[in-house]
């Protein structure tokens, strides 16, 4: 069973900077993309990815600010956020998708985010 396990989320005032970790269970290059997902208000979305390649993707709301990035050795992925806005409060989700015949997902239990004004 694969799991994936969030840490690092918590308060920070706006302007501040918080990195998130997520320890994965298994080889992180078993998986096609590794990542970071958020929700407030009902809405799930996307902030950043990395796939197998090294190659990153970041929502157009955190780019400059949130940096994805991956420790092969510890199997774990991070996301620093930095430049903390109020709108970025929500819960933070790491996930993980691979294609074995089908797209696969697996998904963190969540960690909150709070950015306080």
């Known amino acids: 069973q694969v799991q994936l396990v969030e840490s690092g989320g918590g308060v920070v005032q706006a302007g501040g900077s918080l990195t998130l970790s997520c320890a994965v269970s298994e080889n992180i290059f078993n998986f096609n993309f590794v990542g970071w997902y958020r929700q407030a208000a009902g809405n799930r979305e996307l902030v950043a990815r990395i796939?197998?390649?090294?190659?990153?993707n970041y929502a157009d709301s955190v780019k400059g600010r949130f940096t994805i990035s991956r420790d092969n050795a510890k199997n774990t992925v991070y996301l620093q956020m930095n430049s903390l806005k109020s709108e970025d409060t929500a819960v933070y989700y790491c996930y993980g998708r691979y294609f074995r015949g089908n797209w696969y997902d697996y998904w963190g239990q969540g960690t909150q985010v709070t950015v306080s004004t």
């Open positions: 796939n197998v390649g090294g190659r990153t």
